[in-house]
């Protein structure tokens, strides 16, 4: 192995545990809030993607829920972080677990705004030769 290859492979870890915990948290909260929270207000809510910081200490996770809790689910979240970071401190096996930050996925809706936006750019003629 030469030290060009060792370096890709010391430069490639931290990106794969990066995405190992944040696949870990997902899965983690997902199935937390689907079977154990009893909030009415979190009734439907779906945790789509946790992107965690280069160092793991914070977590931001991108969650999306029905058109009726659209108002509350977030601020019902972040007041629940601290719990929810505790619990899963519990069920995880990690030294730290990052501060939890929830962000609404609205990925649909920005794809259907950039769809739009690109079929209102004027199609020009092709250039004859």
Do not use: W
Request: contains cysteine.
């Amino acid at each position: 192995m030469t030290v060009h290859q060792a370096s890709k492979d010391i430069n490639k870890k931290p990106y794969q545990r990066k995405e190992r915990v944040a696949t870990q948290l997902q899965q983690a909260l997902a199935a937390h809030l689907a079977t154990r929270v009893l909030d009415p207000r979190l009734r439907g809510v779906t945790v789509v993607e946790v992107d965690c910081s280069p160092d793991l200490r914070r977590a931001t996770v991108y969650v999306d829920a029905p058109e009726d809790a659209q108002c509350t689910y977030l601020s019902v979240l972040r007041s629940a972080s601290a719990h929810l970071r505790q619990t899963l401190a519990t069920q995880l096996a990690l030294r730290v677990v990052p501060k939890l930050h929830f962000r609404s996925a609205v990925r649909q809706q920005e794809a259907c705004r950039l769809l739009h936006l690109l079929d209102a750019i004027p199609v020009s003629e092709p250039l004859a030769e």
